[in-house]
């Protein structure tokens, strides 16, 4: 070795080792900007697909995805719209009924001020939440976690005073009484149950609230908050047709005077009628729901897979915005309708599923050696429900794909996730945060059904038609809510899919 250097040119000095490389960053227990690589190599950039509608081709224009489904909601559609407005000519109330008897068309059409109250105030209460997390993340998340049993609790206490005022002249009806009085243990139960997220707040505070900061940046940054209440308000729009023939053929119907007074009662495909209407409705509110998610999914994943190199949009810019809603409303929307149609299907045979599970632990022992065709009733249903992904839309908005390819392969992509060695979901689980989210709207829900029904039953005085108006009041609501704070859980979702 001394031989070898001594061989060797004085000016020669050997050149210095190369700099290891950084060490990778730490993985965080947050989601985090540090948490979603594009830099072409650990995630490419070429994976994702949003075509500028300025440069289609017409030969691509004319290509749609599940177009059966786009022309059976919109022939639905046109026949509600179509009908409602030949119901205000076709129907009308009886002549012969006394003053004192009250339809109900004439109780639901004194409602509709309140419905409108709540409505929108139920969406103002969830924009100012999603506001409020844009600035006080933290404070928000624990007003909210306490919030939620606070409300359900007074709302067991109202509907249970409630129950013991009426006038002194008026003999109350049994869901005025023993009615409200039973309804009171369900709230009393929900704000127990949800009191106990109280314990492990202090646990999952920092990865929710790092969540939402995260989601709720980009929302304000790209103009999805402006784009929400816009298709809000479209959908409150076209609940109007729904709404007018839902009220109107009740009056399809004759009086009938026995003895005990007077019974309105409807012909029987005026039934029929009303539940396909609800149906079309709430149909409808999933399509809406569905085009928010598919175009916030193609904006989110737009900023996600953006050149590092290309120069970033101004703030203003709405060419990503425009491309994303072009897609979910034109060659996506069938597959928006479709997913709509089979996704609530999909969580209605869910709860189906459970109560199959849980009806032999209630059953004697002597009953319980014929339970198993309900075991694989469960079991198969548990199969078909578990076939389709809740990202099936996300998966559209960002590739563009047609609904089952994109329900298999957000599964596939999904369960690969899950199924790994475990520190992909213990750093990313955006499931936490969005419960929260979600349950907040809905907690409004009672005390808003509850005002309606006691204002039907007290101030109208037709407590037969106070628990209809409950349940309007409480599903509008509900709907509204929803799709208010549903635009953080879309953000969420497209960033888990696209991580």
């Not at 080792?17 to 070429?46: A, E, F, I």
């Not at 691509?60 to 022309?71: G, Y």
């Not at 059409?109 to 419905?115: R, S, W, Y």
């Not at 003895?259 to 495909?269: F, N, P, Q, R, V």
Request: glycine share 6%.
């Amino acid at each position: 070795m001394i031989a070898l250097k001594s061989r060797l040119p004085a000016a020669f000095t050997p050149s210095p080792p190369p700099p290891p490389p950084p060490p990778p960053p730490p993985l965080s227990l947050s989601l985090t900007q540090s948490l979603l690589p594009r830099d072409g190599q650990s995630r490419p950039v070429d994976l994702f697909s949003l075509p500028d509608p300025r440069y289609i081709s017409s030969h691509s224009r004319r290509k749609f995805h599940d177009p059966i489904w786009t022309s059976i909601w919109l022939s639905g559609l046109s026949i509600c719209v179509i009908s409602s407005f030949l119901s205000l000519f076709l129907t009308h109330k009886l002549s012969d009924a006394p003053r004192s008897f009250p339809l109900p068309y004439t109780t639901f059409l004194h409602t509709i001020p309140l419905l409108v109250i709540l409505t929108f105030t139920s969406a103002a209460v969830s924009y100012a939440h999603v506001l409020l997390l844009r600035i006080f993340v933290k404070h928000v998340v624990i007003g909210t976690s306490v919030f939620v049993p606070a409300t359900l609790l007074i709302s067991s206490i109202w509907a249970f005073v409630g129950s013991f005022m009426w006038d002194g002249d008026e003999v109350p009806t049994w869901g005025e009484t023993w009615g409200l009085r039973l309804f009171s243990l369900i709230p009393l139960v929900m704000a127990l149950y949800t009191g106990r997220r109280l314990l492990t707040l202090p646990q999952k505070i920092h990865s929710t609230s790092s969540v939402l900061t995260l989601t709720t940046r980009l929302l304000s940054s790209h103009l999805l908050l402006i784009l929400s209440p816009s298709v809000l308000l479209i959908s409150l729009l076209l609940s109007v047709p729904f709404l007018t023939l839902t009220f109107r053929l009740p009056l399809v119907g004759f009086l009938l005077r026995p003895a005990s007074g007077l019974e309105w009662h409807l012909h029987g495909w005026a039934n029929w009628a009303i539940a396909l209407t609800i149906s079309l409705w709430f149909w409808t509110w999933a399509v809406a729901r569905g085009i928010l998610r598919v175009t916030t999914a193609g904006v989110i994943a737009a900023w996600y897979f953006a050149d590092p190199t290309a120069r970033e949009p101004p703030p203003m810019d709405t060419h990503r915005i425009h491309a994303a809603l072009y897609r979910a409303s034109q060659p996506s929307l069938g597959s928006v309708a479709l997913a709509g149609l089979l996704l609530t299907l999909m969580r209605m045979l869910l709860l189906f599923t459970i109560f199959l599970r849980r009806v032999p632990v209630y059953l004697p022992l002597s009953l319980r050696i014929y339970t198993s065709p309900l075991l694989y009733a469960a079991g198969y249903l548990e199969d078909a429900a578990g076939s389709l992904s809740k990202f099936a839309l996300v998966y559209v908005g960002l590739t563009g794909e047609g609904f089952w390819v994109s329900a298999r392969r957000a599964r596939a992509l999904v369960s690969a996730a899950e199924s790994g060695s475990g520190c992909f979901r213990k750093n990313f689980k955006s499931e936490a945060p969005l419960t929260l989210l979600k349950i907040a709207p809905l907690s409004l829900t009672l005390p808003f059904a509850l005002t309606a029904y006691l204002f039907v039953a007290r101030t109208l005085g037709a407590p037969d038609q106070a628990l209809e108006a409950a349940l309007l009041a409480g599903t509008v609501t509900a709907l509204v809510g929803l799709f208010c704070v549903g635009l953080v859980a879309d953000t969420a979702d497209t960033l888990y899919l696209c991580y």
